[in-house]
């Protein structure tokens, strides 16, 4: 049973678990016209999508049990066409062929297992297409993660910082506000995410701030520790989604987005990096709250 907007390739890879085959093992179905992207280190990225020609996608229908129509409404890519492998000569072969999810239809996140093996029984990796908007496990209370990220976490557990879901339960009405001005909500989104991220550049050098640093911290496990850059990238954008949410709010008030879009360097090239200080970056953050990790 396919997820919604599950990536083709991740449901390729559950049907070979069904079958007992690793993935590789039952791609030898199609005949594959490329490869998929890897990390520098190696690894096949898990935002790699295959794209079927007809042959390919009948042959995935029947390998599932499932009718194609049910597959084109849960699968994102499942119709799309590639000219290279959907026309000429071997057009009635099983083809396919790789692209990253990122230039196919969006965004790709790691999906919730607890939620996948509950609608399909099955405890292994999904990756779907997810806005960053939609990350949040409500459920079990976790941030699902960029399937793009040569990291092995797919999700962050939220269970100590509530508010980032109760943002998600904003960012719904922000979306409808958005709507009735007439903006579309993943533009809004977007210029607020850039927004805070450049905050977030920033923040280190706030000796004041407390509220980024406590939900760094646990998101973390508790205390990032000596991990804590590792964790200032993992962690970002579930740390900073509240203020997002609050910005993006703030923005669909015309004159405030004029002076965000201002602040946010309105279009001018930024200034280079700030030299690295050799001292911890934990120690720009409060201690009252970063704990004794520093």
């Given at each position: 049973?396919?997820?919604?907007?599950?990536?083709?390739?991740?449901?390729?890879?559950?049907?070979?678990?069904?079958?007992g085959?690793p993935?590789?093992?039952?791609?030898?179905?199609?005949?594959?016209?490329?490869?998929?992207?890897?990390?520098?280190g190696g690894?096949?990225r898990?935002?790699?999508e295959?794209?079927?020609?007809?042959?390919?996608?009948?042959?995935?229908?029947?390998?599932?049990?499932?009718?194609p129509?049910v597959?084109?409404r849960?699968?994102?890519?499942?119709?799309?066409?590639?000219?290279?492998?959907?026309?000429g000569?071997?057009?009635?072969v099983?083809?396919?062929?790789?692209?990253?999810?990122?230039?196919?239809a969006?965004?790709a996140?790691?999906?919730?297992?607890?939620?996948?093996?509950?609608?399909t029984?099955?405890?292994?990796?999904?990756?779907?297409y997810?806005?960053?908007?939609?990350?949040?496990?409500?459920?079990?209370?976790?941030?699902?993660l960029?399937?793009d990220?040569?990291?092995?976490l797919?999700?962050?557990?939220?269970?100590g910082?509530?508010?980032?879901?109760?943002?998600?339960?904003?960012?719904?009405?922000?979306?409808?506000?958005a709507?009735r001005a007439?903006?579309?909500?993943?533009e809004?989104?977007a210029?607020?995410?850039a927004?805070?991220?450049?905050w977030?550049?920033e923040?280190l050098?706030?000796?004041?701030?407390?509220?980024?640093?406590?939900?760094?911290?646990?998101?973390?496990?508790?205390?990032a520790?000596?991990?804590?850059?590792r964790?200032?990238?993992?962690g970002?954008?579930?740390?900073v989604?509240?203020?997002?949410?609050a910005?993006?709010?703030?923005?669909?008030?015309?004159?405030?987005?004029?002076?965000?879009?201002?602040?946010s360097?309105?279009g001018r090239?930024r200034p280079?990096p700030r030299?690295?200080v050799?001292?911890?970056?934990?120690?720009r953050?409060?201690?009252?709250?970063?704990?004794?990790?520093?």
């Amino acid at each position: 049973m396919p997820l919604a907007g599950e990536l083709t390739s991740s449901l390729i890879s559950r049907v070979a678990d069904r079958y007992g085959l690793p993935a590789a093992g039952l791609l030898r179905l199609w005949t594959c016209r490329n490869y998929p992207a890897r990390h520098v280190g190696g690894g096949a990225r898990a935002d790699s999508e295959v794209i079927l020609n007809a042959a390919g996608r009948a042959v995935l229908a029947e390998l599932c049990g499932i009718q194609p129509a049910v597959l084109a409404r849960a699968l994102p890519a499942f119709t799309l066409d590639d000219p290279k492998i959907s026309s000429g000569r071997d057009a009635a072969v099983a083809q396919a062929r790789w692209r990253s999810a990122g230039a196919v239809a969006g965004e790709a996140a790691f999906a919730c297992r607890s939620c996948t093996a509950r609608r399909t029984g099955q405890t292994v990796r999904a990756v779907r297409y997810l806005p960053r908007w939609q990350r949040v496990c409500a459920r079990h209370e976790r941030w699902l993660l960029d399937a793009d990220a040569d990291q092995p976490l797919e999700h962050l557990d939220l269970r100590g910082v509530p508010e980032v879901a109760a943002a998600q339960r904003r960012w719904a009405g922000v979306a409808r506000r958005a709507g009735r001005a007439g903006a579309k909500g993943g533009e809004v989104f977007a210029l607020a995410h850039a927004v805070v991220a450049r905050w977030w550049e920033e923040a280190l050098h706030w000796q004041q701030e407390e509220i980024w640093p406590h939900r760094l911290h646990q998101v973390a496990g508790g205390n990032a520790g000596t991990d804590f850059e590792r964790w200032r990238i993992v962690g970002r954008d579930a740390v900073v989604f509240p203020e997002v949410v609050a910005v993006a709010d703030a923005l669909l008030d015309p004159a405030m987005a004029e002076l965000v879009w201002t602040d946010s360097g309105a279009g001018r090239p930024r200034p280079g990096p700030r030299r690295r200080v050799r001292s911890s970056p934990l120690c720009r953050w409060p201690t009252t709250r970063c704990g004794a990790g520093g």
